[in-house]
């Protein structure tokens, strides 16, 4: 729920000999759960293509064999290095939620939890008995919707019972901009049934035909609620009308990524002033939340457009909207019928993915977000020893001090603005494997029979936990992951990087392979994390995490310089089709992965001095170094789902990613021997370089 999460498809890993991690002793059935991980190492030489030059196209020289040995699963929009992993862990994660769902031996409070959970989800014949019955409370509500005063409450009862998720927009909390140390109310932009505002207000062909098929999904869900096709047609033109309404007044993606534009606090009388037909003080009674005073809204002009459609919508085009939140919303833990209909449109129609995923994997996926840190404890148990945070720390350490080095280093940088810059990187706190308080769930009611109540109330307790924090100190011990996830991210207001037990495994880091490959991808992901806090984004932030220009104005400038640079780069490469890399919206993503590589070579190249390092598999030390950094993004994606990401995905495609980085690179050129000219070799004075 926090905004200001940095995220990115990076992290690090330690040794197999310090988790379960073996491969299996007999293959493993698809339909069956793993009782140990499997091992694949962070360099793999049958993923490369060594009949390719590397000075031309050096993804292709190192992933695709990886392709052609792993095409895209029936039930992915994409596949990866990445992606595989995360179906290892939750592979190894439904054998520990299938014996903890065991009723019939003694299990501890945290396998209740999660093992009821997850038998509740599996049991699709309750789900079916069910039918609409656990939408039919909410559903009430809005149809005896007599009058538009009662919108407030009606909406703070949907979003605090998660009937309707974020119904309109969501209120949450959040770290004050201005003083990081405290946490007051958040008031964010929302309501969009399509992945984006670009969906509502493009009219490209493509984006057309999306509209036209989201038109078909909502008309769908209303006939699968009972509606007359008729009238289902007639209730999704509405919604259609009633969303981009709000779409023409949010933030496009990009503007969202300067923290200024979304800085606004206000007193509650101020934010009154601008919905005065919205009754705050019934949704926070209904949302179930007292003695907020002030809140930061994000997006005013949003809520100017909802107070106008507080005026301007009727009475029966509001209860469509709020009926079709609710639907939408709780589709996926509904009935057969409405979880293809979901999936057909939000993963078939959308991203291009033919098969629906497993039910098992579908339940992993809703324990590990509803009960993470319960479902994390037995993880760790099993798989992330102790003395792993400190091997992890160790490899983190060194790139710090290399982060340091180039700090003090850098050229363009005056004095004034490198103190500041050195006070925030020795101010960043590691966060490794798990927190050290787990979260406690015994206060929610979980019920072996009943998926959809469960889904609501753990909704409801995670929206609670968060409004509970308003007026309060920030703990900054707390995590925004989950321990089994396979991500790692920085977070600019906590300013602290944080890799996950879920992602510390290989085939990301090898400790049978030699320090080259583990610096290329671990060292590079260690790096990318920490260069996070200085990308365009997480630079507004100080030490503290307060949103603070700590920069001279020379040295903005020259930023601001450095890192254009960067965005006429990326807007070359195209994603698919005619449709380039939207470098705006990426920027901060390509601007850490440049500066953790060269952190991670400087770590590198200081770790292994004196040490006369040998060829290897034909490959040199500075060889395996890039072949294991490219190694980590092996990937194919879709054709439907790269165009959605172009439109949302503030990260580049994994070639660009990988192709992208080392031209700017020197010392990539010099591995490989490459020549003026030739496509992976910028001339000097075009090389891109922060930090």
Not at 289 to 310: C, L, M, Q
Not at 371 to 383: E, I, N, P, S, Y
Not at 624 to 645: H, I, K, M, T
């Amino acid at each position: 729920m926090k905004r200001t999460l940095a995220l990115a498809l990076f992290a690090v890993a330690l040794a197999p000999a310090a988790f379960a991690q073996a491969p299996p002793a007999a293959p493993v059935a698809a339909d069956a759960p793993y009782s140990a991980l499997p091992y694949s190492p962070s360099l793999d030489l049958t993923s490369m293509d060594r009949s390719l030059d590397p000075c031309a196209d050096f993804y292709a020289y190192s992933c695709n064999g990886w392709e052609k040995r792993n095409p895209i699963p029936a039930d992915q929009a994409s596949w990866s290095v990445y992606g595989k992993l995360y179906e290892d862990n939750q592979r190894f994660l439904w054998g520990l939620l299938q014996e903890a769902a065991r009723a019939d031996r003694e299990r501890s409070a945290v396998e209740r939890e999660i093992g009821d959970y997850f038998q509740s989800c599996m049991d699709l014949d309750a789900i079916e008995r069910a039918g609409l019955a656990p939408l039919k409370g909410d559903l009430d509500a809005i149809s005896a919707l007599s009058d538009k005063r009662g919108l407030a409450a009606l909406i703070g009862r949907l979003q605090a019972t998660g009937g309707g998720g974020r119904t309109l927009f969501g209120f949450t909390s959040e770290q004050d901009y201005e003083d990081s140390s405290r946490v007051i109310a958040r008031a964010g932009a929302g309501g969009l049934g399509l992945p984006d505002r670009s969906y509502y207000l493009d009219d490209d062909a493509r984006t057309k035909e999306i509209r036209d098929a989201y038109r078909a999904h909502v008309a769908r869900l209303f006939g699968l609620a009972g509606a007359a096709p008729e009238v289902a047609g007639q209730r999704a033109e509405a919604v259609l009308r009633f969303e981009t309404a709000l779409a023409q007044a949010s933030l496009s993606r990009v503007e969202r990524r300067d923290p200024y534009k979304t800085s606004h606090k206000m007193k509650l009388p101020d934010l009154e002033k601008i919905t005065p037909s919205f009754a705050w003080s019934d949704f926070l009674a209904a949302i179930g939340v007292s003695g907020v005073t002030e809140a930061n809204v994000t997006e005013p002009k949003f809520y100017e457009r909802v107070e106008r459609r507080i005026r301007e919508a009727s009475l029966d085009d509001w209860r469509t909207y709020l009926t079709w939140a609710v639907l939408n919303t709780r589709a996926p833990y509904s009935t057969t019928a409405f979880r293809e209909a979901n999936f057909d449109f939000y993963s078939k129609k959308l991203r291009g993915t033919p098969q629906m995923p497993a039910r098992w994997k579908q339940c992993v996926g809703y324990v590990d977000r509803d009960l993470g840190d319960a479902l994390g404890q037995v993880f760790v148990a099993k798989a992330f020893p102790p003395e792993a945070k400190a091997r992890t720390l160790d490899m983190t350490q060194r790139i710090e001090k290399a982060m340091e080095l180039r700090i003090e280093e850098l050229p363009w940088m005056s004095p004034e603005t490198k103190k500041q810059a050195l006070l925030k990187l020795h101010g960043m706190r590691n966060k490794i494997g798990y927190p050290d308080k787990w979260l406690d769930y015994s206060s929610i009611r979980l019920d072996r029979g009943d998926f959809a109540g469960n889904a609501g109330r753990t909704y409801g307790f995670e929206l609670h936990r968060q409004l509970a924090k308003i007026g309060k100190p920030v703990d900054r011990g707390e995590w925004g992951m989950s321990p089994p996830t396979v991500n790692a991210y920085y977070d600019a207001q906590m300013n602290d990087i944080n890799f996950p037990a879920g992602v510390l495994l290989p085939p990301l880091f090898d400790p049978k392979l030699d320090d080259a490959p583990n610096y290329g991808n671990t060292g590079g992901t260690i790096g990318h994390e920490l260069t996070h806090g200085f990308d365009d984004e997480g630079r507004q932030y100080d030490a503290q995490g307060n949103l603070r220009d700590w920069w001279t104005a020379a040295d903005g400038t020259e930023f601001k310089k450095r890192a254009q640079c960067v965005v006429d780069q990326y807007a070359q490469y195209t994603v698919v089709d005619d449709i380039k890399i939207n470098s705006q919206l990426t920027l901060g993503e390509d601007v850490a992965d440049l500066g953790g590589e060269i952190l991670a070579y400087i770590a590198w190249k200081d770790a292994t001095k004196g040490q006369d390092l040998k060829p290897i598999d034909g490959l040199t030390p500075d060889q395996r170094f890039f072949v294991g950094y490219a190694q980590w993004v092996c990937n194919s994606d879709r054709p439907e789902n790269l165009r959605v990401r172009a439109k949302t995905d503030p990260h580049s495609p994994g070639r660009y990613r990988i192709n992208g980085v080392v031209v700017n690179m020197p010392e990539f050129a010099r591995a490989f021997d490459c020549k003026p000219g030739q496509p992976m070799v910028k001339k000097p004075e075009e090389i891109c370089r922060i930090w």
